[in-house]
Nanobody
Framework: QVQLVESGGGLVQPGGSLRLSCAAS????????MTWYRQAPGQERELVAS????????HYADSVRGRFTISRHNAKNGMNLQMNSLKPDDTAVYYC??????????????WGQGTQVTVSS
């Protein structure tokens, strides 16, 4: 059974940094795209950043490019999100997502439970 568990959220002042982690277990996929999404109160869920495994290709939302960095866990499944120069607008629940077409035509799609990030003075 695939499980995604996020950690690393919390309260930080504007301009500060946080590092989120998504630990994945039960993975047997040959290739997977892992993505961070976020959802602020009253707003739709939006893509923050994604990375392909094993390829390592990355993609960022315009709002976080240059401030956030997504990376893979070394030697194991999972990913991190290093968030620098945080702004109050970054306040949201951050979710880890994993998708794989290994079982084409079925899409395997998994979500974590989310971790709260609050940027406030």
């Amino acid at each position: 059974q695939v499980q995604l568990v996020e950690s690393g959220g919390g309260l930080v002042q504007p301009g500060g940094s946080l590092r989120l982690s998504c630990a994945a277990s039960g993975f047997t996929f040959r290739s997977v795209t892992m993505t961070w999404y976020r959802q602020a109160p009253g707003q739709e869920r939006e893509l923050v950043a994604s990375i392909t495994i094993p390829g390592g290709s990355t993609h960022y939302a315009d709002s976080v490019r240059g401030r956030f960095t997504i990376s893979r866990h070394n030697a194991k499944n999972g990913m991190n999100l290093q968030m620098n120069s945080l702004k109050p607008d970054d306040t949201a629940v951050y979710y880890c997502n994993a998708q794989s077409w290994d079982n084409f035509p079925s899409l395997s799609d998994y979500w974590g439970q989310g971790t709260q990030v609050t940027v406030s003075s």
